[in-house]
């Protein structure tokens, strides 16, 4: 048993949409600086889970779901502001806002004012040349490293991606996953993000939650649960193991 102290923790957690059943009696801990992955085909639940656990979700659950060991509907939204934060999977701005608007906004939220913070958010994600840029003159790639910006400068304690590598091209996908290496590491930042590229598993999570069909997951360390067989059950496809020239262990479709 981990002595880290536990941020999340869901107690047979149940999701449902309309004839399917996502999520089914999910037992799962999070502890402080642990970085999850959550994998899983289209349509396994991966949003509709991260959504939940963050408090903004419509859908109705079953079972519970604690942060720091209190009921999530116990918090009002100013505290959940502070206890964690969401970079959606497609990110929405304002015509006319700014990116660092967008940035300063989310600080606003838990009563920060902080405007060099936002800077250092805005470099960490490689857009600080954009700042005063319009959220409808950026690209798809830019307006997902401004979203992630405002993750960071909102100074959470936990931050929840969903697939915050999507638009990225893939220089970018390593800065972002070392930036989120370093800020677990450095602020004990704990990370939980949905993931498509199953290349970039072992670049940079220490733990994974593969969503497979009729609502069952398997959870655990990188090393324990991710090999090409489980991730052929959570996916539907075969899948290989590689290793690069400077060791990291890589997935591909076979």
Known sequence: MSDLPMILETKSLRLEVPSKV???RLDWVV???ERWCLIGRNGAGKSSLLKAITGISDLKYQGSIQWMGKDLS????EELASVRS???QTPVGGVGLRAIDLVMATQWSV?????QMAIDALKACDVAHLSLSQWQHLSGGER????LAACFAQNARVLILDEPTSHLDVGHQITLLQSLIK????????IVASLHDIGLIHRGFT??????ENGQCLQGAIDEIVNPQNLELALGHPILEAQTSTGVKVYVPA
Do not use: F, K, M, P
């Open 183 to 190: 800020r677990s590491q450095s602020c004990h930042q704990t």
């Open 22 to 24: 996502l999520i089914d």
């Open 86 to 88: 969401y970079a959606e």
């Open 74 to 77: 116990s918090y009002s939204l």
């Open 207 to 212: 733990h994974a939650l593969l969503l497979l």
């Open 144 to 147: 997902q490293r401004v979203a």
């Open 111 to 115: 009563g920060l004012s902080n405007a």
């Open 31 to 33: 502890r402080e600086g």
